[in-house]
């Protein structure tokens, strides 16, 4: 399928893509992020014919996103050198096989489509986010920085089953060792100062993070890597009075660092340790998009 032909709206591929087994969630026109209220029960459950129809009549331009079942992984590659992305996906085609399905957004990033066995967990290790049972992905719609529609190699999900034999199925042990493998492999970002992060720094108890702090956290062999390692400490090491402010801290730092609202969202949910504020968290998330 050439670009020129691709769909880009929801009501083109919807009941396709909901009769191939595959879940579907509308997406604002030239957006990435959905803002329907509750989107992830659609990970568990296809909506139904009238649910779409609601949403297309809400506004007819809407792109379609991919929740990701439980049943499926997407290895989301947001890579923007051709150079450091091939070897990590010559070591994803060499421990997983050949993707089923590989779409492109804003090239040369990637997302390869794959089955599972039920063992494989969300994670993310930036630039490598693995999405199982959680996430979502645009599928068909206009990319807001090249204003383009979404491309597909090999296939798409409007002509191919959910449980399609050319997706190779994963399992856990497969996705930690392409994990480990790639590692050594991925390009590591240049901290910048709290001044060219929008005036915001990470917090900890013991203080604000000196820059050469976090180069040293970003650089940390022993964590999640890269920038998670440093925001995913702050906010496990937050003392109770300390946990808003380093909440607010973290959630600006990776949006100064071009994350979006649903990954500060779900990283931040993983680490937060504030039992019984949930809501805090979500309100002050969102607060740092506005």
């Not at 930036?126 to 049972?133: D, L, Q, R, T, Y």
């Amino acid at each position: 399928m050439t670009p020129a032909r691709t769909p880009t709206r929801l009501k083109q591929v919807a009941r396709a893509m909901l009769d191939n087994g595959w879940s579907v969630i509308p997406i604002p026109f030239q957006s990435k992020a959905p803002k329907l209220p509750g989107w992830p029960e659609f990970n568990k459950r296809q909506p139904v014919l009238d649910e779409v129809k609601a949403w297309v009549r809400s506004d007819a331009r809407v792109g379609a996103g991919l929740p990701v079942s439980p049943e499926h992984v997407a290895v989301d590659l947001d890579i923007t050198d051709t150079g450091a992305l091939k070897p990590i996906v010559d070591e994803a085609v060499r421990i997983f096989g050949k993707p089923g399905m590989v779409r492109i957004g804003q090239a040369p990033k990637l997302v390869m489509l794959y089955r599972q066995d039920g063992s494989v967990k969300s994670t993310k290790a930036h630039p490598v986010e693995i999405f199982a049972g959680s996430g979502q992905i645009v599928a068909y719609g206009i990319h807001p920085g090249t204003k383009h529609p979404y491309t597909w190699r090999r296939a798409h999900p409007a002509v191919i089953a959910a449980d399609d034999a050319r997706m190779p199925v994963l399992d856990a042990e497969r996705v930690n060792d392409f994990l480990t493998a790639v590692k050594p492999l991925l390009p590591v970002p240049e901290p910048r100062s709290p001044s060219a992060q929008g005036g915001v720094a990470v917090t900890s108890p013991g203080g604000v993070l000196s820059c050469k702090e976090i180069s040293q956290a970003l650089r940390c062999e022993a964590g999640l890597g890269g920038l998670d390692y440093a925001a995913a400490k702050a906010l496990l090491d937050a003392e109770p009075g300390a946990r808003h402010a380093t909440l607010l801290s973290v959630a600006g730092l990776l949006k100064g660092s071009g994350w979006t609202l649903e990954e500060v969202d779900a990283f931040t949910a993983r680490f937060w340790r504030a039992d019984g504020r949930e809501a805090e968290r979500r309100r002050t998330v969102r607060d740092c998009f506005k």
